[in-house]
């Protein structure tokens, strides 16, 4: 109906959503195709949400000479710190617990910071969702970006391990990239669905944080799903432990098994499956609830 | 439909919008479940968000060359209006269509980042807008020399006095490429150099056949820049008179 746009070079991304009928009380469909629209948008203007991210993390780092790194150290004092003291009272070998429980802390903490602070990406872009129109989908990829590279960050905690331990690291460890793949996949429709309901109800936030801190001790992560005996099906049911192992198995060593990659894509796509209606609901009532 | 030629306007059919006021009351989840757990017992309060009809069944047509200035008192539904035509807020009811660029002024600090520098910012508000780095890039020297921040432009943005702000912000909003340009109640916070410079801008923007869409209290301003007057009272458009 409009037609595109000539000249300046812009790209049509925010005008094409602009563009579009805003209708009021509109259909399902007409919905679907506004919100599809927004994600489409954002998936364009990818230089818009990574400089929103790249901000984040130079704001990390503003004043301070480590900025995140400070993450990483705080997780190598946790890790030597829990994993010795387990390593003692579960009677294991350090340099075998140490190296698996650095591991799946460092999955694990990437996991529940995008829970965590995925919970705010519209709430604490309130300024901007009220004052200008970006796709909902950006503030989104913000937040799923900034995790990520503050997980690469924390990554760097694993090296001392490697040094202090002189662990080999197989070939196998490169299908640890498709498992970090996997995860990383994982964290945009959780994002999505937790930001679009905590901008309706505050409580998600701190109901979230509880669930992350009980999840930590639920999934192995400083305990191995071995040691649960007949009980070893608490570990196979939680997607969670999936997603960390497709990263620390292939790390340690070992081919994760099919039926984590099975749970993690089986995962993302439900996520995806409840996330997505629930954004196509809410959608337009976002900048009125943040 | 309208049939236009240009691909510039801006239909208003029958807008309502209500914005819903959350206490801490009800925005809370532990209400809903109780309503729910209680049968509706507590529907009554619970489910009793105050709602602010913010707009009321406006109607109107903008084309190029239109230069609207919006009067009315405060709470009037001025800013409400300019952020339907952001397309920030959707209509409750009714239908709105923007065809065309937004760029807007409604707040002078939106979308600034405080603790990056003036130059980052410019670069930010650009790529939201947008824009690739390399336009943006091409157009940071017009649009620091406009500003008059000099140096300051190096400088993050929470050292800035509001003075500072508002040409920085105006600076980029008049600067991005836009069909139609969203303003509210701004000027008079720069010093009266900048004021004329910015006044000469907007006169400059407006001749490019773009849509100008002013909030002001000022009848100065309004009767200096526009051709168009609506007035607002409680959310509904009282008058819309060409001048």
Redesign the interface.
Known sequence: M??P?VG????????L???S?????ASWSEQSSLALADLFASMR?P??WS??AW?DI??RY?RSVLGPFWITITMAVLILGIGTLYGILFNLPLRDYLPYIALGDIVWIYMSTAAQEGCSAFTASE????????PFMAHVMRVVLRCFLVFLHGAVAYLPFVLIFDLEISTVALYAIPGVVLVALMTPPLILLLSCLTA?????QP?VTNMMQMGFFLTPIIWKPEMLGEHRWVADFNPLFHFIEVVRAPMMGNLPEMQSYIACIVSVLVLWIVAFPVFIAVR?KL???V | MGVTLS?VYVKLDR?SLH??V?GTVN????N?VLTTVTGGRLAGSAKNITVVEALNDVSFELKPGDRVGLTGHNGAGKTTLL?VL?????????????????S?L??V???L?F??TGI?NV??RG???????S?IMSRLPSIWEFSGLGDFMKMPVRTYSSGMLVRLAFSIATSL?SDILLMDEWLGVGDADFNRQAEDRLLSLVKNSSILVLASHNEGIISATCNRVMRFEHGSLLSDVRL
């Not at chain 1, 300046?8 to 005008?15: E, H, L, M, N, T």
């Not at chain 1, 009928?21 to 009380?25: A, G, L, Q, R």
């Not at chain 2, 925005?27 to 532990?30: F, P, Q, V």
């Not at chain 2, 790529?127 to 780095?133: D, Y």
Request: glycine letters at 8%; hydrophobic letters at 40%; proline letters at 3%.
């Open positions: 409009r037609s746009d300046g070079g812009i790209s049509s991304s925010v005008d959503v602009h563009g009928d805003v209708p009021s009380h203007a230089a818009m400089a929103l901000i130079k704001h503003r300024n901007l969702i009220r004052s200008m129109r970006v309706r109800f505050r409580d998600i109901i337009r900048s009125v609830w | 691909s807008c914005l819903p959350f925005r809370s989840l532990k809903l952020k952001a397309g920030v807020y959707e209509p409750t009811f009714g239908r709105s269509e923007v065809y065309g660029r937004v807007n409604l707040d600090t939106m979308g980042d603790e990056a980052d670069v930010l790529l939201l807008h947008g824009m690739s780095r336009e490429d």
